[in-house]
C-alpha cells in the first residue's frame, strides 16, 4: 500500500508508527509532506519514513492520502490538493468538525472517509470512529479500515455521530488525565508520595477500564461491587455527588462536541 501524508503532527506519527509495525506498508511506501522543516526531520528520524515540503508529490502515486493537518489549515490547502488528487485515491481525513460535505466541497468529488481517533492511538490503545462517503468503494473502505485498525480500534458510526466521538474519544482522554491528576493530588494531600500517587492513580483507572470492557457489566453495577455498606467507597462516591461529579463530566462532554460542531 502507497500512503501519501499531509501534515507529519504527533497523530500522523501515531497512526504511522501503528501502520509500519503492521506491515500493512513498509518505510518507502510512504511519502509525508509538512511545510515545517522540524517536523520533517523528526518524521525521517523516529519513523524512517521519506517526507517533502510538497503536498502534490505526497499525493502522486499513492493508494491512500491521510490527512492529517488543523481544520484551519484546510481551505489554504484544499485547492491543491483538489487539483492533484487522482482517480482511485481514497482520502481518509482525521481533522476534527470538517464534514464529508465540507471536505467534498474542498477537495472535490473523491472518495473520502472521515475518522476520529484519540490520543491513547499513541500507545496502540484508541480507538476510531470512521464514517465513508457515497463514493467510498468496499474496497477503499477495507484500505481505510486496515489503516485504522493498525493503530487503534475501529467503529462505523453515522456521521451525525461524529461530534459526540470528537467528545467522548477524541477530548476525553484529558478529562481522564484530570481525574489521574485529581486522585494522585489526594493521595499526596493524605501523605503519600507523588511518583506512587501517580502510579497508584494511572493503574487503577486503567484496571477500571479494562474491568469495563473484560466483563461487559454496566459501570454502575461494577461501581456497586465496589461500594459496601458504610464503607470507605460510598463515602467517597456521595462527596463526588455531593460536587456534581456526573454532571461535570456529562458538561463537558457536551461543551467539546459542540464545539465540534462549530469548528
Known amino acids: 500500500m502507497k500512503i501519501g501524508v499531509i501534515g507529519c503532527g504527533n497523530m500522523a506519527s501515531a497512526i504511522l508508527r501503528g501502520v509500519l509495525k503492521s506491515g ?12 515545517f522543516v522540524p517536523a520533517r526531520e523528526k518524521a525521517e528520524r523516529e519513523l524512517g ?37 487522482a482517480e482511485g485515491q481514497v482520502v481518509l481525513s482525521i481533522m476534527a468538525g470538517k464534514s464529508l460535505a465540507e471536505l467534498a466541497n474542498g477537495l472535490g468529488d473523491v472518495s473520502i472517509v472521515r475518522a476520529m481517533p484519540n490520543m491513547p492511538a499513541l500507545v496502540g490503545e484508541g480507538i ?3 464514517c465513508p462517503n457515497a463514493n467510498v468503494s468496499k474496497k477503499q473502505l477495507e484500505l481505510a479500515v486496515s489503516v485504522i485498525r493498525a493503530f487503534s480500534e475501529a467503529e462505523e458510526v453515522p456521521e451525525k455521530l461524529m461530534s459526540v ?12 488525565f484530570m481525574f489521574i491528576e485529581a486522585l494522585a493530588d489526594g493521595a499526596v494531600a493524605e501523605g503519600m508520595p507523588r511518583a506512587q500517587a501517580l502510579h497508584f492513580a494511572a493503574q487503577t483507572v486503567l484496571g477500571s477500564a479494562k474491568a469495563v470492557l473484560a466483563t461487559g457489566k454496566h459501570p454502575g453495577e461494577l461501581k456497586d461491587m465496589v461500594c459496601s455498606p458504610a464503607g470507605t467507597t460510598i463515602a467517597g462516591v456521595a462527596a463526588l455527588e455531593k460536587n456534581a461529579f456526573r454532571s461535570a463530566v456529562i458538561e463537558a462532554v457536551h461543551a467539546a462536541a459542540q ?5
Open 165 to 176: 466521538v470528537t467528545s467522548v474519544s477524541g477530548s476525553s482522554p484529558a478529562f481522564v
Open 259 to 263: 464545539r465540534a460542531r462549530e469548528l
Open 128 to 130: 476510531t470512529g470512521y
Open 49 to 85: 519514513i521519506k517526507t517533502t515540503a510538497s503536498n502534490a508529490d505526497a499525493l502522486s502515486g499513492a493508494d491512500l492520502v491521510l490527512l492529517s493537518v488543523k481544520p484551519q489549515v484546510f481551505p489554504q490547502i484544499a485547492p491543491e490538493l483538489s487539483w492533484n488528487l
Open 24 to 35: 500493512i506498508a513498509k518505510p518507502e511506501d510512504i511519502l509525508a509532506a509538512d511545510p
